[in-house]
């Protein structure tokens, strides 16, 4: 039920939504507000345990002004109850011949996805990421390098460009067995070709450490009050001269703000949940450490209640 004007009853009532007639009907004085309404929901029910074979989709995806046919070509599937294989039958020899020139962007595009998916990463940064591939795909320059880690650095740049960054080991983590040397080998590449074609340096965006700080606190279990203090203590790290990279200050707050709750974290399980090595935590926090007292937030934790911080 939802509230909408009624002419007659001269106010905001609640309506009722015919679903079989497509009329919204007011619900104190029974008057059609609204007929023949459009249902824009879809007419089927998909279920998970369902073959994929079955799609009652009558339509294709969007249209993608990346591919060469916009993504508007025919595929002809397998037909429902065939036997054998199917390429082996002269429909499938004819699309197997048929010569895609998009086929390897296709595949790119549906691994980008993957990726994304894995992430937890929003629509844009993947059309963005499959945009910079194409570009880079489109100079011919990027035969013979390893594919997964061209596309694995395409997301990275994306992200970074969104002002949604991860860090190089949550993109490794999803990278197909791409590792840390090779995407970012492959990042500065790609940064390379694309200020060759735009004769301008690549916008790549800044990173900050309250980026990455919310997530780190998420996979630690932390509580809303810490979360808040933390978010607090890295924005007030951003006025100091600390000479630390954006993702070693997040763990090096982290750490610092755990020791003052009643729920602390092992310097291990915040190296697993931030992708940071102990001992890069520890130096961090060394630095972090003579500034306590104007990091953490007084609400949070007292000067005399600082004095529970372990020394660097």
């Not at 009050?225 to 203590?233: F, H, I, L, N, R």
């Not at 130096?283 to 609400?299: E, G, H, Q």
Request: charged content about 25%.
């Amino acid at each position: 039920m939802a509230d909408a004007y009624c002419s007659d009853c001269k106010r905001s009532t609640e309506v009722v939504f015919d679903h079989s007639a497509g009329d919204t009907v007011c619900s104190e004085c029974g008057l059609v507000l609204e007929a023949h309404s459009i249902d824009e929901t879809s007419e089927w029910r998909t279920f998970a345990n369902e073959s994929g074979d079955n799609d009652p989709v009558r339509v294709g995806g969007p249209s993608n002004p990346l591919l060469t046919d916009g993504g508007l070509s025919t595929v002809i599937s397998k037909p429902n109850g065939a036997s054998g294989d199917f390429l082996s039958s002269s429909l499938g020899r004819w699309q197997n011949r048929g010569s895609n020139p998009d086929r390897s962007l296709i595949q790119a595009f549906k691994t980008i996805a993957t990726m994304s998916d894995r992430l937890g990463l929003v629509a844009t940064i993947k059309d963005r990421a499959n945009e910079i591939y194409k570009k880079v795909e489109d100079q011919k320059s990027i035969r013979g390098r390893n594919q997964d880690a061209i596309l694995a650095a395409c997301l990275y740049i994306a992200c970074r460009q969104e002002d949604k960054p991860r860090t190089v080991k949550e993109i490794c983590s999803v990278a197909n067995g791409a590792t840390k040397k090779e995407i970012g080998r492959a990042k500065e590449y790609i940064v390379k070709q694309m200020e060759i074609e735009l004769g301008q340096s690549m916008e790549m965006g800044t990173i900050h450490a309250g980026d990455f700080l919310r997530r780190f606190c998420s996979h630690l279990g932390m509580t809303n009050q810490a979360v808040k203090a933390a978010q607090e203590a890295v924005q007030k790290s951003e006025e100091l001269d600390i000479r630390r990279s954006p993702i070693s200050v997040a763990a090096a707050v982290i750490y610092m703000i755990t020791q003052l709750s009643d729920e602390k974290k092992l310097l291990r399980d915040i190296s697993i949940a931030t992708g940071v090595a102990e001992g890069t935590i520890r130096n961090s926090y060394k630095d972090l450490y003579p500034y306590a007292v104007r990091l953490i937030p007084t609400w949070y934790a007292k000067e005399e209640e600082l004095r529970n911080l372990c020394s660097p």
